[in-house]
């Protein structure tokens, strides 16, 4: 789906809720010259910061969608 910065943001929020989490959630952002994968969702591990834990399953998705 194409739409503005907020409305994207509470789009892909909510499907990333539905879906498993907010670490699952696979994005990409499209641009003119450029194509950045990266995890759907922003701030996602801001409360397991420096624990030494971490979920890499929405890197690994956005790199499947990658290849």
Avoid: E, K, W
């Avoid at 194409?2 to 943001?9: A, T």
């Avoid at 990333?16 to 010259?33: E, F, R, Y």
């Amino acid at each position: 789906m194409v739409m503005p910065n907020l409305y994207g943001s509470i789009v892909s929020n909510i499907c990333a809720g539905i879906t498993g989490g907010v670490g699952l959630q696979a994005g990409a952002v499209v641009g003119d010259d450029h194509i950045l994968f990266a995890q759907g969702t922003r701030h996602s591990g801001l409360d397991i910061a420096g624990m030494n834990i971490a979920n890499p399953s929405a890197l690994l998705f956005s790199s499947v969608t990658m290849l």
